[in-house]
């Protein structure tokens, strides 16, 4: 079992920029590939991003290609998705979520995932 926990999520400006993080327990975190995933008012959950197990490998869905940045410390047991030059579209609850070996764009792939943290984007 492991347990995940948002933080970082707030209200910001068009153009700013946030730091998630998602502290992992339970289980050792380098095991588990990490996603990150959004959903906005009345529309499906959609991948953001995600990094393999030693952070080497990342992928990044189009819309966020160049403006979020996912990271990775596993002697913290932390992941963390950096978000810059934010629109108004990007407004969602943000959750993270682990899965064992690798990673995935598709939500029902991930066994475990966070309560979720809260963006809002004003513009």
């Known amino acids: 079992q492991v347990q995940l926990v948002e933080s970082g999520g707030g209200l910001v400006q068009a153009g700013g920029s946030l730091r998630l993080s998602c502290a992992a327990s339970?289980?050792?975190?380098?095991?588990?590939?990490m996603g990150w995933f959004r959903q906005a008012p009345g529309k499906e959950r959609e991948f953001v991003a995600a990094?393999?197990?030693?952070?080497?490998?990342?992928y990044y869905a189009d819309n966020v290609k160049g403006r979020f940045t996912v990271s990775r410390d596993n002697a913290k047991n932390t992941v963390y998705l950096q978000l810059n030059s934010l629109r108004p579209e990007d407004t969602a609850v943000y959750y993270c979520?682990?899965?064992?070996?690798?990673?995935?764009?598709?939500?029902?792939?991930?066994?475990?995932w966070g309560q979720g943290t809260q963006v809002t984007v004003s513009s």
């Open positions: 979520a682990a899965r064992t070996v690798v990673t995935s764009k598709t939500a029902y792939e991930y066994s475990y």
């Open positions: 339970g289980r050792t975190f380098s095991n588990y590939a």
């Open positions: 990094i393999s197990r030693n952070g080497g490998v990342t």
